[in-house]
T-cell receptor
Framework: GAGVSQSPRYKVAKRGQDVALRCDPI?????LFWYQQALGQGPEFLTY????????KSGLPSDRFFAERPEGSVSTLKIQRTQQEDSAVYLC?????????????FGNGTRLTVT | AQSVTQPDIHITVSEGASLELRCNYS??????LFWYVQSPGQGLQLLLK??????LVQGIKGFEAEFKRSQSSFNLRKPSVHWSDAAEYFC???????????FGTGTKLQVIP
């Protein structure tokens, strides 16, 4: 497709369940970012990939959060043993090259609700 | 710490009126600056960006922003607001040599007829 695609759009999980969120970046985009957006807040950085290398994971809130991009394209954000505070919209963004001038292209996000 | 501040949580303007959304940044050196717009249930769309040079930058949908180094500000403006501009607007910054983009908390714009 032409844009960043995220699936599922909505996910409801019971507390303690594991979830996996998928991001398909724009074809050929080198950089990939994950952001967490709580209700009424701006996006908060989680992690950054350049190709398959995870160069920054400083924003991951706990060791229950894990992200991968094994072939440098599709990325998966996994949350283990979900908690209510994990409820948020998870946004994926990609950019063509790994330079600071490259604008981020965002997907529509996955809204995670933990009950 | 590096931060981006949007002091207005919510702004209401009449259709056809002018608009200014405020943004201040706190960085050691001038960062790269961006404005994004987010409609309900959608991702963020880039409106405009500032890297260097002319301090008044033009963006899409008739928006512009002015960088003022002395005030550490990057305010977004539009001369005449349309009802379709109702959305949430985020100011963001990225420091040189680092990939992470830091976002403000957003300003929700309501447009009344």
């Amino acid at each position: 497709g032409a844009g960043v695609s995220q699936s599922p759009r909505y996910k409801v999980a019971k507390r303690g369940q594991d979830v996996a969120l998928r991001c398909d970046p724009i074809s050929g985009h080198v950089s990939l970012f994950w952001y967490q957006q709580a209700l009424g807040q701006g996006p908060e950085f989680l992690t950054y990939f350049q190709n398959e290398a995870q160069l920054d994971k400083s924003g991951l809130p706990s060791d229950r959060f894990f992200a991968e991009r094994p072939e440098g394209s599709v990325s998966t954000l996994k949350i283990q043993r979900t908690q209510q505070e994990d409820s948020a919209v998870y946004l994926c963004a990609s950019s063509l090259v790994g330079t600071k001038e490259s604008p981020l292209h965002f997907g529509n996000g996955t809204r995670l609700t933990v009950t | 710490a590096q931060s981006v501040t949007q002091p207005d949580i919510h702004i209401t303007v009449s259709e056809g009126a002018s608009l200014e959304l405020r943004c201040n940044y706190s960085y050691g050196a001038t960062p790269y600056l961006f404005w994004y717009v987010q409609s309900p249930g959608q991702g963020l769309q880039l409106l405009l960006k500032y890297f260097s040079g002319d301090t008044l930058v033009q963006g899409i949908k008739g928006f512009e922003a002015e960088f003022k180094r002395s005030q550490s500000s990057f305010n977004l403006r539009k001369p005449s607001v349309h009802w379709s501009d109702a959305a949430e607007y985020f100011c963001a910054a990225r420091s040189g040599g680092y990939q992470k983009v830091t976002f403000g908390t957003g300003t929700k714009l309501q447009v009344i007829p």
